[in-house]
């Protein structure tokens, strides 16, 4: 463990640093009398985060101006763990941790916990006091200044004619750092950055309820990044969007990825290292897998029984896990969603059912949205579909980032852990981590996905957005992009085109990853595929041993390739409107193996399959907007 420790003899003036345990990353926090409290964060000698101001403001009182270290604890830990989805299970989790403790006069205690890894740092605030009485806490005053010298792809928080933060927008790409959204409500997490040699995210991690999810705007010192919380005029529930908690109180982990490569920052799991343990006993019944899906493409009502099964026999026929009946399934004709558990069953197949989370409902309502906010008519009926025999449940239209909703998460995942229910948080906040600790949570939509391409203008842009998403939105967590499109989607009677590639659409099955991966065609999209393709749909998983990148740009282009067992995945993408043409290294472990490799055809329209003998590398040509899906055994 590499850590060190400088002060003054004044005990308001000091510095203390931490580094990571192989000694590449290191964290400062300073001190200066009559100053702020402030933090910088190096990686490899080079400066990754510069002098930004730590503290917050809580009933009236500014923290971190001048206070007084009082002790000054480190610990180094070595927490290795399994999880259940996601682009690495067995994950590892080492760390040196610091801990400084301050006082401040007339006012609470608070530490600053900071840990330090190999691919980052994070750090936190603890609010020391007797419980019993309600605090809030005013504004955070904590900065990310990042060096200008390079370029940012983050997304605006999301801010359209319903004023509701979905992470829906598109990621503005290789903006200056420091720019300023077109609108006033800031950014949101995660931002990537490519600046003074390195590559480096921040994002946010570790919600227990006690606090919103936050994002980001630019009112730091010369316009930085700083702490922003939901915005007031959210409308889903009239709450006021500063935190409100009883001492010891504890804030979500600022996380700062760094590394070498985009790799590192692809590769990383500190989201998931900085959250809670496991709190399910038992995961045996914890299964990942691929789903069908209805509604994406018109004709597939969950209001009908007989389309339905239609989409469990595509289950059946595609060895895919689970089928998703959506919005509506509570209206089904014939013999209803029973029939269709009852039929799934037989046919080795799980159902899903879709719930509206309850998030804004009032006494008009329509009792079925109101069902998952309520802790005794959920837990009701979580008995009833668990009895019944359904596996998993998609909640939506969570709609805020505020407290009151945040803390609507925990009890809703308890519950469903108790009745073996996985869970698809839809419509919700971005993935701070809440897979770790409750490992039933297969996926988080939070991203412009599928759903959207029914509009001429999203699928134009849908070659760039899924070049982007591997190295943003992807990183902090399994991701429902509801992927693997081949049809144009009809949106009230009018088709959207298809611009991306059939083998570009084929590899998003590897190059996204969720551990609930739901693919939203047309059942007759997928019967009707050539043999290779459609056998690489049977096969391919949706939970990982191993995720490397293999080539990308976040924008231009991505090649992912994930391991199961020992069978390697390849997924490539271009997205650009010009041919791409590259020579791969593969994995070490795949010369000699038998390769097929699915590529682009004549046109975007065709495959083009063939076979052969891995080799130590691969060269491979994609279409315009195209890409290609390779399987290596």
């Given at each position: 463990?590499?850590?060190?420790?400088?002060?003054?003899?004044?005990?308001?003036?000091?510095?203390?640093?931490?580094?990571?345990?192989?000694?590449?990353?290191?964290?400062?926090?300073?001190?200066?009398?009559?100053s702020?409290l402030?933090?910088?964060?190096?990686?490899?000698?080079?400066?990754?985060?510069?002098?930004?101001r730590?503290?917050?403001?809580?009933?009236?009182?500014?923290?971190?101006?001048?206070?007084?270290?009082?002790?000054?604890?480190?610990?180094?830990?070595?927490?290795?763990?399994?999880?259940?989805?996601?682009?690495?299970?067995?994950?590892?989790?080492e760390?040196?941790?610091?801990?400084?403790?301050f006082?401040?006069?007339?006012?609470?205690?608070?530490?600053i916990?900071?840990?330090?890894?190999?691919?980052?740092a994070?750090?936190?605030?603890?609010?020391?006091?007797?419980?019993?009485?309600?605090?809030?806490?005013?504004?955070?005053?904590?900065?990310?200044?990042?060096?200008?010298n390079?370029?940012?792809?983050?997304?605006?928080?999301?801010w359209?004619?319903?004023?509701?933060?979905?992470?829906?927008?598109?990621?503005?790409?290789?903006?200056?750092?420091?720019?300023?959204?077109?609108?006033?409500?800031?950014?949101?997490?995660?931002?990537?950055?490519?600046?003074?040699?390195?590559w480096?995210?921040?994002?946010?991690?570790?919600?227990d309820?006690?606090?919103?999810?936050?994002h980001?705007?630019?009112?730091?010192?010369?316009?930085?990044?700083?702490?922003?919380?939901?915005?007031?005029?959210?409308p889903?529930?009239?709450?006021?969007?500063r935190?409100?908690?009883?001492?010891?109180?504890?804030?979500?982990?600022?996380?700062?990825?760094?590394?070498?490569?985009?790799?590192?920052?692809?590769?990383?799991?500190?989201?998931?290292?900085?959250?809670?343990?496991?709190?399910?006993?038992?995961e045996?019944?914890?299964?990942?897998?691929?789903?069908?899906?209805?509604?994406?493409?018109?004709?597939?009502?969950?209001?009908s029984?007989?389309?339905?099964?239609?989409?469990?026999?595509?289950?059946?026929?595609?060895?895919?896990?689970?089928?998703?009946?959506?919005?509506?399934?509570?209206?089904?004709?014939g013999?209803?969603?029973?029939?269709?558990?009852?039929?799934?069953?037989?046919?080795?197949?799980?159902?899903?059912?879709?719930?509206?989370?309850?998030?804004?409902?009032?006494?008009?309502?329509?009792?079925?949205?109101?069902?998952?906010?309520?802790?005794?008519?959920?837990?009701?009926?979580?008995?009833?579909?668990?009895?019944?025999?359904?596996?998993?449940?998609?909640?939506?239209?969570?709609?805020?980032?505020?407290?009151?909703?945040?803390?609507?998460?925990?009890?809703?995942?308890?519950?469903?852990?108790?009745?073996?229910?996985?869970?698809?948080?839809?419509?919700?906040?971005?993935?701070?981590?809440?897979?770790?600790?409750?490992?039933?949570?297969m996926?988080?939509?939070?991203?412009?996905?599928?759903?959207?391409?029914?509009?001429?203008?999203?699928?134009?842009?849908?070659?760039?957005?899924?070049t982007?998403?591997?190295?943003?939105?992807?990183?902090?967590?399994?991701m429902?992009?509801?992927?693997?499109?081949?049809?144009?989607?009809?949106?009230?009677?009018?088709p959207?085109?298809?611009?991306?590639s059939?083998?570009?659409?084929?590899?998003?099955?590897?190059?996204?990853e969720?551990?609930?991966?739901?693919?939203?065609?047309?059942a007759?999209?997928?019967?009707?595929?050539?043999?290779?393709?459609?056998?690489?749909?049977?096969?391919?998983?949706?939970?990982?041993?191993?995720?490397?990148?293999?080539?990308?740009?976040?924008?231009?282009?991505?090649?992912?390739a994930?391991?199961?067992?020992?069978?390697?995945?390849?997924?490539?993408?271009?997205g650009?409107?010009?041919?791409?043409?590259?020579?791969?290294?593969?994995?070490?472990?795949?010369?000699?193996?038998?390769?097929?490799?699915?590529?682009?055809?004549?046109d975007?329209?065709?495959?083009?399959?063939?076979?052969?003998?891995?080799?130590?590398?691969?060269?491979?040509?994609?279409?315009?907007?195209?890409?290609?899906?390779?399987?290596?055994?």
């Amino acid at each position: 463990m590499s850590l060190s420790v400088a002060m003054s003899c004044g005990k308001s003036d000091g510095t203390w640093s931490a580094d990571s345990p192989d000694g590449k990353v290191c964290l400062t926090v300073t001190a200066a009398k009559g100053s702020p409290l402030t933090y910088s964060i190096t990686y490899d000698g080079k400066t990754a985060i510069e002098p930004s101001r730590l503290g917050f403001t809580m009933e009236g009182v500014d923290y971190g101006i001048s206070p007084v270290m009082k002790k000054m604890t480190v610990n180094h830990v070595s927490d290795d763990y399994t999880l259940k989805a996601g682009k690495r299970l067995k994950v590892k989790n080492e760390y040196n941790e610091v801990t400084l403790s301050f006082s401040q006069k007339g006012a609470c205690s608070f530490d600053i916990i900071a840990r330090v890894y190999d691919d980052g740092a994070a750090f936190r605030y603890r609010i020391s006091g007797k419980g019993g009485k309600d605090m809030t806490m005013d504004a955070e005053a904590t900065e990310f200044s990042v060096p200008v010298n390079g370029k940012a792809w983050i997304h605006p928080y999301d801010w359209n004619s319903r004023f509701k933060p979905s992470y829906e927008q598109y990621c503005k790409n290789e903006i200056p750092i420091n720019s300023k959204p077109s609108h006033d409500k800031g950014w949101a997490f995660p931002m990537l950055f490519n600046t003074n040699g390195i590559w480096m995210m921040v994002t946010e991690a570790a919600l227990d309820g006690t606090y919103p999810a936050t994002h980001i705007d630019n009112s730091g010192n010369g316009g930085c990044y700083k702490i922003r919380f939901p915005e007031i005029e959210e409308p889903v529930i009239p709450d006021d969007p500063r935190p409100v908690s009883t001492l010891p109180w504890m804030t979500p982990w600022r996380a700062v990825i760094v590394g070498a490569g985009l790799g590192d920052i692809f590769k990383t799991q500190m989201v998931q290292n900085l959250n809670p343990p496991s709190q399910i006993a038992d995961e045996s019944w914890i299964k990942p897998g691929k789903a069908a899906w209805s509604w994406w493409y018109s004709g597939g009502s969950p209001r009908s029984y007989e389309a339905q099964i239609k989409y469990v026999d595509l289950c059946h026929e595609m060895n895919w896990e689970y089928s998703l009946l959506d919005s509506g399934w509570h209206q089904m004709d014939g013999e209803g969603v029973e029939g269709v558990v009852e039929y799934a069953k037989k046919k080795g197949v799980g159902i899903w059912l879709w719930y509206h989370s309850g998030s804004g409902t009032n006494a008009e309502s329509p009792a079925q949205q109101k069902i998952m906010i309520d802790p005794q008519t959920r837990r009701a009926e979580m008995e009833r579909i668990s009895k019944m025999g359904v596996k998993g449940i998609k909640v939506d239209f969570f709609d805020t980032d505020k407290q009151g909703v945040i803390a609507e998460y925990i009890p809703l995942l308890k519950d469903a852990a108790e009745f073996h229910l996985l869970v698809d948080l839809h419509g919700a906040t971005l993935p701070r981590g809440f897979d770790r600790t409750w490992p039933n949570v297969m996926t988080t939509e939070a991203v412009r996905g599928a759903e959207s391409l029914g509009r001429q203008e999203r699928c134009d842009n849908a070659a760039v957005q899924n070049t982007v998403l591997p190295f943003t939105r992807n990183v902090v967590g399994s991701m429902d992009y509801t992927p693997v499109t081949f049809s144009d989607k009809i949106r009230q009677g009018v088709p959207a085109f298809r611009r991306t590639s059939v083998a570009h659409q084929l590899a998003l099955a590897v190059v996204f990853e969720s551990g609930f991966q739901c693919l939203a065609d047309r059942a007759e999209a997928y019967l009707s595929l050539p043999d290779a393709p459609k056998e690489f749909l049977r096969r391919v998983p949706a939970a990982w041993d191993e995720s490397q990148l293999l080539s990308g740009w976040p924008g231009t282009h991505a090649v992912i390739a994930r391991r199961s067992g020992n069978t390697w995945y390849i997924g490539g993408i271009n997205g650009k409107k010009e041919p791409l043409s590259m020579t791969l290294t593969l994995p070490e472990g795949c010369k000699g193996k038998k390769m097929t490799l699915i590529g682009d055809g004549k046109d975007i329209n065709t495959f083009d399959c063939s076979t052969a003998t891995a080799g130590d590398q691969i060269s491979v040509s994609m279409l315009p907007e195209g890409g290609f899906a390779a399987v290596i055994e």
